[in-house]
Structures are given as structure tokens and as C-alpha cells.
């Protein structure tokens, strides 16, 4: 097993005067958030979570507004003091770095990308883009260079002289996607980055960093309050509630095994044939058999949408489910696939 | 009974008189003691004022009207006003104020590039903790509030009649503008703009040069403007205890009820008024042409 990029073990997080002396209700008593307000008006932002993320992937973590999203992301660059836990980034203690430390972390290591674009109105987009190298102290003309590169990828060639102010939303988050890129950091911090954004456009920003991730494979913390976005981004994904985690895990985990009513609620309108792979229907074959002749193959990774119309072509309306590696993981039917659908 | 209740139970009279001299005489002997070392230390601001107005006198009246429209130009880039500025300056100059004007803009022009140079840190300051914003407020609302006569009481004392006590009046009055406003444009800066450069690892001076200063501007900008306005209304008080100028005229038409004196030499402290405000707003507002037509 890999080290975890970034470990979170029993973080707390409480918000008040004097959170250190409320914490032993929250976390040797159980008390939740709405309690530990009424009794002792403090507010539980973050309570007891644990998350390892790994490297490379896109960490998804969802859950409604004031479940403790963005309290939990400000904890992985420490812009936000935890009341208890640990944090640790490629195995350092994020807690007990001193102040150039941290500055060197949030300068060289990751980068942030803001629901509400947080871009320095006085500076151009060229300038934008290049704050964190600025910060960084890197010669002047690499930073032009290394800002051109990025502006060009996000799509902003020719706004380079233009301020934030005059560009559209979306627009000035692809500025603040290239200002949280241009740094070449390991870990990218994405705070509702497109929940400000009309949905085709969101559309379009998920399709470039995802693009762009198959190219760089960062390590990604995304935060989003959308179920779809969730499934469509997320390699992994927790679920937060009142600042608690109730559930981690890939997509279909969370679809076909939700852990309670909260995660019921969030998953009922979404369509599952989008999500729902193969390689979650597939029954193996019996000890030693062969698989049946003539049936077609499709990839275990394959969501049923796609996958249903060569289901009820192929003859038994069964096809043969293949992992990544080659190897046979079992058949799948098309009534599976339809039971599947209604939960 | 009753006496005690209609007449306030005042220290008496003797005990009174005695407490004021005590302060008096302590004051004296305080000026006797450091009244010469701050002279000194004043000379050199002494020297540059009365070398600057010279200055100003002494060069050709049409290298002036240049220089006023250059700079009107280059602070508010409009015609307008800068063939208003230009307009004014020759009207003064028609009606024999000009060697007045020259002395007036002088003090004015030293005062407020000290308010700048002293306001600005201490704005900067306050900004940086509530517990200095608590101290200073108090200070700077004094400042403001104060009879200018009741500190020029102390000023005159310690430093005589002159030009630096004149200059030290106008600046007691015209500085608190820019402080406070450095102050609240530093507060109002975005928070989630700092918690993005706090996100990319600036070091407190790369946000406060990087970010709040540059924010804070359009304010600061706000505050320089009104310290020169609040300077040139000094340009009179100034001028009882020693700094010549447009207030000088001012003085002598009061005590002979001079009424055309007054109210030319009164215009022309107006008109000086209304061309630095037309350029620094402008000039202000051009500071602030990025915010366009925001998207927010
Ligand atoms: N500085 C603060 N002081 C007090 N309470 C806070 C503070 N910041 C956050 N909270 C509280 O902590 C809880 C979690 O807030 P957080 O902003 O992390 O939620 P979120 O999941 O990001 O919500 P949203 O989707 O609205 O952004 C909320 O109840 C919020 O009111
Ligand atoms: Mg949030």
C-alpha cells in the first residue's frame, strides 16, 4: 500500500470562544452540532475526520452547504488552525511547521482555485496568472513565459493585458484554474470552483480539467455541492454531514450502497446509467468453466448506458465483462442491468 | 441649600489661578529648556520651505502656467480642466496675487506631501491591529476637532512665529484625513482576495505591497485629496502666525474691512481649492479604472 499525498486522521474543527475547552464534549461524548450549539454556542465545523488521499487523483468531497467543505480544504494548507487532529502532506506534519515552512508549502506544494474566483482586481490576467511565481520570487521573465503557457491552455490567449473585472465567470475561473496551475504544484485545493458557474460552462470547465488532469495527474482536492459533478470527477469521494464524514468511496459505491437516508436523498435524481458500471454487475463464471462462445466483450469499466444497447443485441441478452488487465471478471445480462437501474 | 444646586461647586478661584500657572510655567520652562534643540531640528524643513518658495517666485511666470498644465494634464488627463487650471492661474496673476498664490502653494504643497509622508505609515499602522486603531482614533479625533488657536497656543510658544510653526498648524489639521482613510481602505480590502494570496504563501509584506496597499488606493487617494482641501482652508489661520501667502491679504482686509481685498485674495484660495480637487478626483477615479464593469 502506497503512503497516502495527503492524511487527515481525526480532525476536529470547532468555531467559538473557546472551542479547546468544548472538545471533549464532541469527542469523548458524541455530541453533534446542532446540540453542541444549543448548549455551549460554539459551532462544529469539522468533526472527527479521516481521509487519506491518495496520489494522483481526484479526491471529491460533497455534502450540503455548512456540512464543513470548505472548512475542511482551508485544513490541508492550514489557512484554517484545527482544535484537534493531524494533517500530514508526503508524510510532513503540516501542524508543526513554522511560518516560513508553511509559506514554502502553500508556495511550492499546492495551489487553490475559489468558488468566488478571488482574483487581484488591480492586476491583469497575465498578472493574475503569474502571482503565485511572483510570490515565489522566480526571475521575471520565466514568469512570463511559464504564464503564457497556461494562459494558453486555459483557453485565454489575447486577454493577457485585460483585468478580471471585464471578463465573464467564466472566464475569470479559467484565470483562476491558470494562476492555481502556473505554480506546478503537487496538490490542487478546488473550493466550489464551478458552483459559480451556468451549467454549460461548468460543463466545459469539468471537461478542461479533466483534460488536463489525464496530462498532469495532480493530486486534486475538489469540493462541490453537486451530486453530478461528484460522479463525474471523483476517483474518490466523501460525503460530509454537519462536519462529519458519512461516507467514502468510488461512485458506484455510493450509488448502489448508500450509507443512509442523507446519501438516499442526494442520489435519488441522478441517472445511475451514467454511473453504474459493468464491473459491478459482473458474476463470475463457475469454477473452471469456459465462457460461452459468441458472446461480445465490453471493458468492466464500461457504465450501463453504454453498455445496454449490445446487451440486448447479443444472444442471451449477456455480454462478457473484461478487466483492465485482460482478465475475465464474469458475465453480465440485461435484466441485471435494469435491476440494477431501479436499485 | 439651594445656592449649592444653581452654582456649580467649582475649584475656587485661587486654587485655580495657581493650577494654570503651574501648567503655564511648567510649559515655559519646558520651551526655555527644548525650544532652541527643536528649532534646530526644524531647520532643515525651515531652509527647504523658504528655498522651495523662492523657487517658486523667482521662476518666469509662463514656465509656472506650463508646469500647473502639465500637471493638470497628466493628473486628470481632460482638456477641461486643465485649461480651467491654466484660465485660473492667469486671472490670479491679472489681478496681482501672483507672488501670494506662489507662497501659498508652496506651504501647501510641502504640508501635504509631509501628510502623505508621515499619514500613509500611520494608516498603515492602525490598519495592521485593532488595539492601534483604538489608540490613534481618539488622537486623530482631537486633531480634527480642536480650535486651531487652541494649539497654536503651545506651537507659538515653543517655536515663535514663522513658517515651520504655520506649517506644523496646517499639518496638525490636514493629516487625520488621510490616516483614517489609509486605514479603512486597508480594512476594506476583500477577504477572500487576502485568502487567496495568504492560499499562494505571501509573506505579510507581499500582501500589504502586493495587495492592500495597492486596493487601498482609490481611499488613500480619497484622503490625499481631502487633506489638501483642509490645508488651503489653513492658508488663512496660517497666516496670523507668520507664513505669507493669499491669507495674508485676508488678514489685512478683516482688520480694515476691505472688502474687495477680501473676497479677491478669498477667491483665489477658492480657485487654487477647486483645480487640486478636479485633479486628484480624477486622477483618483483613473486609479480605479480596473474595477470596469464588474462581473461580481
Ligand atoms: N469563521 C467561522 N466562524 C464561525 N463559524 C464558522 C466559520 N466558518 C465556518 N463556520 C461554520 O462552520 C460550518 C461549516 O462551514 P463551511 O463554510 O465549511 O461549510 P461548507 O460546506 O463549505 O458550506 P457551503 O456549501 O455553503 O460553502 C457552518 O455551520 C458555518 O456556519
Ligand atoms: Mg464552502
Same mark, same amino acid.
Request: charged share 20%; proline share 4%.
Given at each position: 500500500?502506497?503512503e497516502?499525498?495527503?492524511?487527515?486522521?481525526?480532525?476536529?474543527?470547532?468555531?467559538?470562544d473557546?472551542?479547546?475547552?468544548?472538545?471533549?464534549?464532541?469527542?469523548?461524548?458524541?455530541?453533534?452540532?446542532?446540540?453542541?450549539?444549543?448548549?455551549h454556542?460554539?459551532?462544529?465545523?469539522?468533526?472527527?475526520?479521516?481521509?487519506?488521499?491518495?496520489?494522483?487523483?481526484?479526491?471529491?468531497?460533497?455534502?450540503?452547504?455548512?456540512?464543513?467543505?470548505?472548512?475542511?480544504?482551508?485544513?490541508?494548507?492550514?489557512?484554517?488552525?484545527?482544535?484537534?487532529?493531524?494533517?500530514?502532506?508526503?508524510?510532513?506534519?503540516?501542524?508543526?511547521?513554522?511560518?516560513?515552512?508553511?509559506?514554502?508549502?502553500?508556495?511550492?506544494?499546492?495551489?487553490?482555485?475559489?468558488?468566488?474566483?478571488?482574483?487581484?482586481?488591480?492586476?491583469?490576467?497575465?498578472?493574475?496568472?503569474g502571482?503565485?511565481?511572483?510570490?515565489?520570487?522566480?526571475?521575471?521573465?520565466?514568469?512570463?513565459?511559464?504564464?503564457q503557457?497556461?494562459?494558453?491552455?486555459?483557453?485565454?490567449?489575447?486577454?493577457?493585458?485585460?483585468?478580471?473585472?471585464?471578463?465573464s465567470?467564466?472566464?475569470?475561473?479559467?484565470?483562476?484554474?491558470a494562476?492555481?496551475?502556473?505554480?506546478?504544484?503537487?496538490?490542487?485545493?478546488?473550493?466550489?470552483?464551478?458552483?459559480?458557474?451556468?451549467?454549460?460552462?461548468?460543463?466545459?470547465?469539468?471537461?478542461?480539467?479533466?483534460?488536463?488532469?489525464?496530462?498532469?495527474?495532480?493530486?486534486?482536492?475538489?469540493?462541490?455541492?453537486?451530486?453530478?459533478e461528484?460522479?463525474?470527477?471523483?476517483?474518490?469521494?466523501?460525503?460530509?454531514?454537519?462536519?462529519?464524514?458519512?461516507?467514502?468511496?468510488?461512485?458506484?459505491?455510493i450509488?448502489?450502497?448508500?450509507?443512509?437516508?442523507?446519501?438516499?436523498?442526494?442520489?435519488?435524481?441522478?441517472?445511475?446509467?451514467?454511473?453504474?458500471?459493468?464491473?459491478?454487475?459482473?458474476?463470475?463464471?463457475?469454477?473452471?468453466?469456459?465462457?460461452?462462445?459468441?458472446?461480445?466483450?465490453?471493458?468492466a469499466?464500461?457504465?450501463?448506458?453504454?453498455?445496454?444497447?449490445?446487451?440486448?443485441?447479443?444472444?442471451?441478452?449477456?455480454?462478457?465483462?473484461?478487466?483492465?488487465?485482460?482478465?475475465?471478471?464474469?458475465?453480465?445480462?440485461?435484466?441485471?442491468?435494469?435491476?440494477?437501474?431501479?436499485? | 441649600?439651594?445656592?449649592?444646586?444653581?452654582?456649580?461647586?467649582?475649584?475656587?478661584?485661587?486654587?485655580?489661578?495657581?493650577?494654570?500657572?503651574?501648567?503655564?510655567?511648567?510649559?515655559?520652562?519646558?520651551?526655555?529648556?527644548?525650544?532652541?534643540?527643536?528649532?534646530?531640528?526644524?531647520?532643515?524643513?525651515?531652509?527647504?520651505?523658504?528655498?522651495?518658495?523662492?523657487?517658486?517666485?523667482?521662476?518666469?511666470?509662463?514656465?509656472?502656467?506650463?508646469?500647473?498644465?502639465?500637471l493638470?494634464?497628466?493628473?486628470?488627463?481632460?482638456?477641461?480642466?486643465?485649461?480651467?487650471?491654466?484660465?485660473?492661474?492667469?486671472?490670479?496673476?491679472?489681478?496681482?496675487?501672483?507672488?501670494?498664490?506662489?507662497?501659498?502653494?508652496?506651504?501647501?504643497?510641502?504640508?501635504?506631501?509631509?501628510?502623505?509622508?508621515?499619514?500613509?505609515?500611520?494608516?498603515?499602522?492602525?490598519?495592521?491591529s485593532?488595539?492601534?486603531?483604538?489608540?490613534?482614533?481618539?488622537?486623530?479625533?482631537v486633531?480634527?476637532t480642536?480650535?486651531?488657536?487652541?494649539? +497654536?497656543?503651545? =506651537? /507659538?510658544?515653543?517655536?515663535? *512665529? #514663522?513658517?515651520?510653526?504655520?506649517?506644523?498648524? $496646517? !499639518?496638525?489639521?490636514?493629516?487625520?484625513?488621510?490616516?483614517?482613510?489609509?486605514?479603512?481602505?486597508?480594512?476594506?480590502?476583500?477577504?477572500?482576495?487576502?485568502?487567496?494570496?495568504?492560499?499562494?504563501?505571501?509573506?505579510?509584506?507581499?500582501?500589504?505591497?502586493?495587495?492592500?496597499?495597492?486596493?487601498?488606493?482609490?481611499?488613500?487617494?480619497?484622503?490625499?485629496?481631502?487633506?489638501?482641501?483642509?490645508? +488651503?482652508?489653513? =492658508? /488663512?489661520?496660517?497666516?496670523? *502666525? #507668520?507664513?505669507?501667502?493669499?491669507?495674508?491679504? $485676508? !488678514?489685512?482686509?478683516?482688520?480694515?474691512?476691505?472688502l474687495?481685498?477680501?473676497?479677491?485674495?478669498?477667491?483665489?484660495?477658492?480657485?487654487?481649492?477647486?483645480?487640486?480637487?478636479?485633479i486628484?478626483?480624477?486622477?483618483?477615479?483613473?486609479?480605479?479604472?480596473?474595477?470596469?464593469?464588474?462581473?461580481?
Amino acid at each position: 500500500m502506497t503512503e497516502p499525498k495527503i492524511r487527515i486522521k481525526n480532525l476536529y474543527k470547532i468555531f467559538g470562544d473557546h472551542p479547546e475547552k468544548v472538545l471533549p464534549f464532541v469527542r469523548d461524548e458524541g455530541m453533534g452540532k446542532d446540540e453542541l450549539l444549543d448548549k455551549h454556542n460554539h459551532v462544529l465545523g469539522v468533526n472527527n475526520v479521516s481521509l487519506d488521499i491518495m496520489e494522483k487523483q481526484i479526491q471529491v468531497v460533497m455534502g450540503l452547504s455548512g456540512s464543513g467543505k470548505s472548512t475542511l480544504i482551508r485544513h490541508i494548507n492550514r489557512l484554517i488552525e484545527p482544535t484537534g487532529g493531524e494533517i500530514t502532506v508526503d508524510g510532513a506534519d503540516v501542524l508543526a511547521m513554522n511560518d516560513a515552512q508553511l509559506r514554502d508549502l502553500r508556495r511550492f506544494k499546492m495551489s487553490m482555485v475559489f468558488q468566488k474566483f478571488a482574483l487581484l482586481p488591480h492586476r491583469t490576467i497575465r498578472e493574475n496568472v503569474g502571482y503565485g511565481l511572483e510570490v515565489q520570487g522566480v526571475a521575471e521573465a520565466e514568469i512570463a513565459e511559464r504564464t503564457q503557457h497556461w494562459i494558453d491552455r486555459v483557453g485565454l490567449t489575447g486577454y493577457e493585458e485585460h483585468y478580471p473585472g471585464h471578463l465573464s465567470g467564466g472566464m475569470q475561473q479559467r484565470v483562476g484554474l491558470a494562476r492555481g496551475l502556473a505554480t506546478d504544484a503537487d496538490i490542487l485545493l478546488m473550493d466550489e470552483a464551478f458552483s459559480a458557474l451556468d451549467p454549460l460552462i461548468r460543463f466545459d470547465m469539468q471537461s478542461i480539467l479533466l483534460e488536463l488532469q489525464a496530462e498532469l495527474h495532480k493530486t486534486i482536492v475538489f469540493i462541490t455541492h453537486d451530486l453530478d459533478e461528484a460522479l463525474r470527477l471523483g476517483d474518490d469521494i466523501a460525503i460530509l454531514r454537519d462536519g462529519a464524514m458519512v461516507q467514502q468511496g468510488d461512485a458506484q459505491d455510493i450509488v448502489l450502497k448508500p450509507a443512509d437516508d442523507y446519501i438516499r436523498d442526494f442520489i435519488k435524481d441522478i441517472n445511475r446509467a451514467k454511473v453504474i458500471r459493468l464491473r459491478a454487475l459482473a458474476a463470475p463464471l463457475a469454477e473452471g468453466a469456459a465462457p460461452p462462445d459468441g458472446l461480445p466483450t465490453l471493458p468492466a469499466s464500461t457504465v450501463l448506458e453504454e453498455a445496454m444497447l449490445t446487451m440486448s443485441d447479443a444472444p442471451d441478452q449477456t455480454v462478457l465483462v473484461e478487466r483492465k488487465d485482460g482478465t475475465l471478471a464474469g458475465t453480465a445480462t440485461l435484466t441485471q442491468a435494469i435491476q440494477a437501474l431501479h436499485g | 441649600m439651594w445656592e449649592f444646586l444653581t452654582d456649580f461647586p467649582a475649584i475656587g478661584r485661587r486654587e485655580l489661578a495657581e493650577m494654570k500657572k503651574a501648567i503655564d510655567e511648567a510649559f515655559k520652562g519646558f520651551s526655555r529648556t527644548y525650544g532652541e534643540g527643536l528649532e534646530n531640528f526644524f531647520d532643515p524643513l525651515l531652509k527647504f520651505l523658504v528655498w522651495f518658495e523662492k523657487l517658486l517666485i523667482a521662476t518666469p511666470w509662463p514656465i509656472i502656467l506650463v508646469i500647473v498644465g502639465g500637471l493638470a494634464w497628466l493628473g486628470s488627463r481632460s482638456w477641461k480642466i486643465t485649461a480651467g487650471a491654466v484660465l485660473a492661474f492667469i486671472v490670479i496673476g491679472i489681478f496681482d496675487m501672483w507672488e501670494d498664490t506662489m507662497a501659498t502653494l508652496a506651504i501647501i504643497s510641502v504640508a501635504t506631501f509631509l501628510c502623505i509622508l508621515i499619514g500613509i505609515p500611520i494608516g498603515i499602522l492602525m490598519s495592521r491591529s485593532d488595539r492601534m486603531q483604538a489608540l490613534i482614533t481618539p488622537v486623530l479625533d482631537v486633531m480634527q476637532t480642536i480650535p486651531s488657536f487652541v494649539y +497654536l497656543i503651545p =506651537v /507659538v510658544m515653543l517655536l515663535g *512665529i #514663522g513658517k515651520v510653526p504655520g506649517l506644523l498648524a $496646517v !499639518l496638525i489639521y490636514a493629516i487625520p484625513p488621510i490616516v483614517r482613510l489609509t486605514n479603512l481602505g486597508i480594512r476594506l480590502v476583500d477577504t477572500e482576495v487576502l485568502e487567496a494570496a495568504d492560499a499562494f504563501g505571501a509573506s505579510s509584506r507581499q500582501k500589504l505591497f502586493g495587495v492592500q496597499v495597492p486596493l487601498a488606493l482609490p481611499n488613500i487617494f480619497a484622503g490625499v485629496n481631502q487633506t489638501i482641501m483642509m490645508a +488651503l482652508s489653513m =492658508v /488663512v489661520i496660517a497666516s496670523m *502666525i #507668520g507664513v505669507k501667502g493669499l491669507g495674508v491679504p $485676508v !488678514l489685512r482686509a478683516i482688520s480694515n474691512q476691505y472688502l474687495a481685498l477680501g473676497l479677491m485674495n478669498g477667491l483665489a484660495i477658492v480657485a487654487l481649492a477647486i483645480i487640486f480637487d478636479r485633479i486628484s478626483q480624477s486622477y483618483g477615479k483613473r486609479l480605479q479604472a480596473y474595477r470596469g464593469q464588474g462581473h461580481d
